[in-house]
């Protein structure tokens, strides 16, 4: 019988979050009580059976909750924005993420696996190589739950397939004492490919076909104090046969209609109906950290671009859906320095974006903290950070991006 542990952790903060705009209007302000920025609160389920002949079988069952929400299990949050009901936590592929919108998919990881002299295997729902080396391997120091630590080092993750998704992972055993290689393919949401024949058309949306491939590699090096990784991913996506149409407030299953946790479609998330989608995305991603014993410092440095072949008239910036090829690089550098109980953190970051020699965004983000172990399972914590676009300059374009925040975050 497999041994099965249920395990979580809850954090919960007091906050204040501002986003202005490029003209210096206040666009939001947010005081009080939230879902906290140290790590996303969730409940799990995880278990391993021996197989035996040094095989073993194990599983992980993981859902996101927002503690500081009447739904709790129903929702999870984007924590680094502002946290309201229907407002949409991004507004396409290369922003900052100016909200934390309460999201219906729960579902962080789901999988199976096996395991055995010859590496692991893994299939279903899990985290992706983007988001392995760029949040989950410890290069990175500060909270990409408030302002000024969400920006840099997922920079371009939305255009390349994102930080969950289903898909068949092997992980190799340890190479000359230092040394894993991991190859993941599947999908970027959902499944990988669709086809509705002339009978089948889907009606919702006249959409023919829905692809969205991904593969990726990921090399690791650990040996002592020095890490390193290496991460390549490529995203295939072809979305046609769809219909542009005006905006609507008829929820459509092709668009990025976005809902409120009550399952009613926000005005915030009415969008048009897509258009035909045709594009590919390339991304490699480096990243390292040194313990130097007093100072642990840590980088990553992200890099690609997105070729799109068709798409709606109407992209913007964020978006980024009309046809052409969409150059975006990130460099974010964090420290850690451990003090007994308490460790200061502290980091800064940039991202840019451009298309044919025009600059589409720039931001410049930095945040500070720090952070108290009562013990090894719950943490008293404050960060406060800021994240720019340079580049903004429209009345209506978001410019700054603030949070600071005290919470507690507790594991079990």
Do not use: C
């Amino acid at each position: 019988m497999a041994q099965a542990t249920i395990y979580g952790r809850t954090d919960i903060g007091y906050g204040v979050k501002t986003t202005s705009l490029a003209q210096g209007a206040m666009n939001t302000k947010q005081t009080g009580i939230m879902d906290g920025g140290n790590a996303g609160s969730r409940i799990g389920f995880r278990g391993t059976e021996d197989l035996g002949g040094g095989m073993k079988a194990h599983f992980v069952t993981e859902q996101g909750i927002s503690p500081t929400n009447g739904a709790l299990f129903g929702v999870r949050t984007a924590t680094a924005g502002t946290q309201y009901d229907g407002y949409a936590a991004s507004t396409g592929q290369f922003d900052a993420g100016s909200a934390g919108a309460y999201s219906q998919g729960t579902n962080r990881q789901t999988y199976l696996g096996l395991e055995g002299g010859f590496g692991t295997i893994r299939v279903g729902y899990q985290y992706t190589t983007i988001y392995e080396i760029s949040t989950l391997s410890g290069f990175t120091n500060t909270s990409e739950g408030i302002a000024g630590g969400n920006v840099a080092h997922l920079w371009g993750s939305g255009a390349a397939g994102g930080t969950r998704a289903n898909g068949i992972a092997y992980i190799s055993p340890k190479l000359a004492g230092a040394w894993t290689v991991g190859l993941q393919m599947g999908s970027g949401a959902g499944r990988e490919s669709t086809e509705w024949g002339t009978a089948a058309t889907n009606t919702a949306s006249t959409r023919t076909l829905d692809k969205q491939s991904r593969t990726s590699l990921h090399v690791d090096y650990n040996s002592g104090p020095l890490r390193a990784a290496l991460g390549y991913t490529t995203y295939n996506v072809d979305l046609s046969g769809t219909t542009a149409g005006a905006a609507t407030t008829t929820p459509v299953a092709s668009t990025v209609n976005t809902f409120n946790v009550y399952g009613a479609l926000s005005s915030a998330g009415a969008a048009a109906v897509a258009g035909n989608t045709t594009y590919t995305t390339n991304m490699t991603q480096l990243a390292g950290s040194y313990n130097f014993g007093m100072l642990k410092a840590g980088v990553t440095i992200n890099s690609g671009a997105k070729t799109a072949t068709s798409g709606p008239a109407n992209g913007t910036q964020a978006a980024t859906t009309s046809a052409g090829t969409y150059n975006f690089a990130s460099r974010a550098l964090s420290v850690s320095m451990p003090m007994g109980k308490m460790e200061l953190v502290g980091g800064m970051g940039n991202s840019s974006l451009d298309s044919a020699g025009t600059v589409l965004a720039d931001w410049s983000s930095s945040q500070v903290g720090a952070k108290y172990s009562f013990s090894k399972r719950t943490t008293l914590y404050g960060y406060t950070g800021t994240a720019t676009d340079n580049n903004a300059t429209a009345a209506t374009a978001f410019k700054v991006i603030t949070g600071t925040i005290v919470g507690i975050d507790h594991q079990f």
